[in-house]
């Protein structure tokens, strides 16, 4: 799966990209993720060129890796940035920079560091750790240089869970809108389809702890309806058991839409998280409390890896696609 020439996109030429189809660039963005894996590979099996494998998967669309990104705890590589250099001009809605993150490399090596921090995605710490705070300082650098509508966000897993704590950070902090590609997002909470009566329980209990943290949910409220217009690309797969779960999320939002349930879960339940009531990580955020976001469902069936990365650069991929808009005069009504 390392090798380009034998699993990459090579049915999409460089001089081919429509930089206006989503579809190209999710094929180009997924590319770069994948690299980002291949690179810790590379830095594992200390190969240099010409024995790099993850040379070919971003420069077969001209993409150089400029930075890598390393853990500073086990020094592992965790995520890449590249600068897009084509022989021609580069078209405008082309992105000059991608910052990819990798997932979770289930292995002697980082099975226990990126384990510790998919433990953080659930409890809500992961935009306190030292990857999204090191990834964060690097996106801010580039911001400082560049125009933002120049630099992409990518992650797939626990990547994508980085790179949406640090959309959301720059967008509710600095009005600074990234365009973002999260494959397989992990979704740390209860599920609306697998727990339908512990969920409406759950949003209930929400909103009678708001009643009682007036400020905390007005402050919360207004950090939430900043997120409105950031719309991520959520990419998921319906047999992930780990990110399947945005589908009914936003599914069950859009049947809800003008009941009595459904004007609580938009108006307090949506943007507060159990772990911000009981204060697990102080200052954490949540990564799925999402207001917005372009869904898109892979409809193939994967038995063998819906989590994987490789399906989002598929030729023949089936997708179907949710514009999926939050309505924030609902939020008034509380």
């Known amino acids: 799966m390392d090798d380009f020439r034998i699993s990459g996109p090579v049915h999409l030429r460089s001089k081919d990209v429509n930089w206006r189809c989503p579809n190209d660039q999710r094929v180009v963005v997924a590319s770069l993720v994948q690299a980002s894996y291949i690179i810790e590979k590379d830095s594992v099996a200390r190969r240099v060129k010409p024995e790099l494998l993850a040379t070919a998967w971003c420069e077969h669309f001209h993409f150089d890796f400029i930075e890598v990104l390393r853990d500073v705890k086990d020094s592992s590589v965790y995520g890449c940035i590249f600068e897009f250099k084509p022989p021609f001009a580069r078209h405008p809605l082309a992105p000059r920079f991608v910052v990819a ?94 727990f339908p009566k512990l969920y409406i329980c759950k949003t209930i209990f929400k909103v009678g702890v708001s009643v009682f943290t007036r400020n905390q949910h007005n402050k919360s409220r207004e950090e939430f309806l900043k997120l409105t217009t950031w719309n991520p690309y959520l990419f998921v797969h319906p047999q992930d058991l780990i990110s399947a779960s945005y589908i009914p999320y936003f599914k069950r939002r859009k049947e809800l839409e003008g009941t009595i349930i459904g004007c609580l879960e938009q108006s307090v339940a949506t943007y507060t998280s159990f772990r911000e009531i009981c204060a697990v990580v102080p200052g954490s955020e949540v990564p799925h409390l999402l207001p917005s976001a372009i869904l898109v469902v892979n409809q193939n069936e994967c038995l063998e890896a819906p989590h994987g990365i490789r399906q989002w650069w598929q030729q023949d991929v089936s997708l179907e696609i949710h514009n999926c808009e939050f309505k924030p005069e609902i939020c008034k009504l509380f």
């Open 101 to 194: 993150l990798r997932g979770t490399m289930p292995d002697q090596r980082h099975g226990i560091r990126d384990f510790c921090l998919d433990t953080s995605v659930f409890f809500g710490g992961i935009n306190k750790s030292t990857r999204s705070q090191t990834c964060l300082n690097a996106v801010r650098k580039l911001i400082s240089n560049y125009q933002p509508k120049d630099i992409w966000l990518a992650g797939h897993s626990l990547g994508a869970s980085i790179a949406t704590v640090i959309g959301k950070y720059l967008i509710k902090t600095e009005n600074i809108n990234l365009k973002a590609f999260l494959f397989n997002p992990p979704f740390p909470s209860i599920s609306p389809d697998l």
